[in-house]
């Protein structure tokens, strides 16, 4: 569970800052700022952080890693989200293996990164979630909870009750296996039985989603026929 919250107002990113204070800090702790100058997504793209946009923070969790499980930890992760998202909206959609989606369009992302201090190792993971437009534009795959919510979102708010729901679903994911939340976790889900193209690191593949297993790993029908199991992927129709 989280012990400590820590508010900055500008950083460059909370996940750096979040390394930063790995070692200084002896129990799990969130680094939240109000804006970040460097915000960065998976495969290193750029995630926009305006002031009074929206919610970014870096989870610490100092636990000792089961680095198996990082994959299905993202998707306990994604069940915090859809918790909190609820109090704002029914419409959500979870693209496997990251994202949460408002109307076909992303509204947040998590970033898993496993982190060794040289001493200690943890989990560090990032969350962005756009919350309010501000006049920085947003590019056009993207929308803010306020969009649907039609009211602004207040981040106070919207931060306090995120937090109740990660430490909820980090002690779930603690305690118990993926099957114990899959069903939970496919009624929000997008994947199984249709069909996407699947990038992954080193290749791009047609197939049809048939399954998600206790690792959080995507059964993928290719078009030969063949199955595969995918850790990671960008999914798109
Ligand atoms: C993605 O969708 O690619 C993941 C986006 C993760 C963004 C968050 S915002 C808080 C934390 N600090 C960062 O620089 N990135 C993550």
């Known amino acids: 569970y989280i012990n400590e919250v820590i508010f900055e107002k500008s950083v460059d990113s909370t996940q750096t800052r979040a390394k930063e204070y790995f070692s200084l800090k002896s129990k799990n702790f969130v680094v939240i700022a109000e804006e970040q100058t460097n915000g960065v997504g998976r495969f290193k793209r750029e995630w926009k952080s305006p002031i009074n946009g929206g919610f970014y923070g870096s989870f610490v969790f100092k636990d000792n890693v089961d680095r198996d499980r990082l994959s299905a930890f993202n998707l ?131 197939g049809k989603a048939v399954d998600i297993d206790d690792r959080g790993f995507l059964k993928v029908y290719d078009e030969s026929g063949k199955i595969r199991t995918i850790m990671s992927a960008d999914l798109n129709i």
Do not use: C, M
Not at 97 to 114: A, F, H, I, R
Not at 178 to 186: G, H, I, N, P
């Open 76 to 206: 306990f992760i994604s069940l915090a989200l859809v918790e909190t998202f609820k109090y704002y909206t029914d419409e959500i959609v979870l693209k496997w293996p990251n994202d949460v989606y408002l109307n076909g369009k992303k509204v947040s992302g998590l970033l898993t990164e496993y982190y060794n201090s040289g001493d200690e190792e943890g989990i560090i993971l990032g969350i962005g979630i756009n919350l309010n437009p501000t006049r920085h534009e947003l590019v056009e795959t993207a929308i803010t909870l306020s969009d649907v919510f039609e009211s602004k979102v207040n981040i106070q708010v919207f931060t306090h009750q995120l937090l109740k729901k990660v430490n909820h679903y980090y002690g779930l994911y603690r305690s118990v296996p993926f099957s114990k939340v899959r069903e939970e976790y496919l009624k929000y889900s997008n994947a199984l039985g249709n069909e996407f193209t699947f990038t992954t690191l080193d290749e791009q593949f047609k």
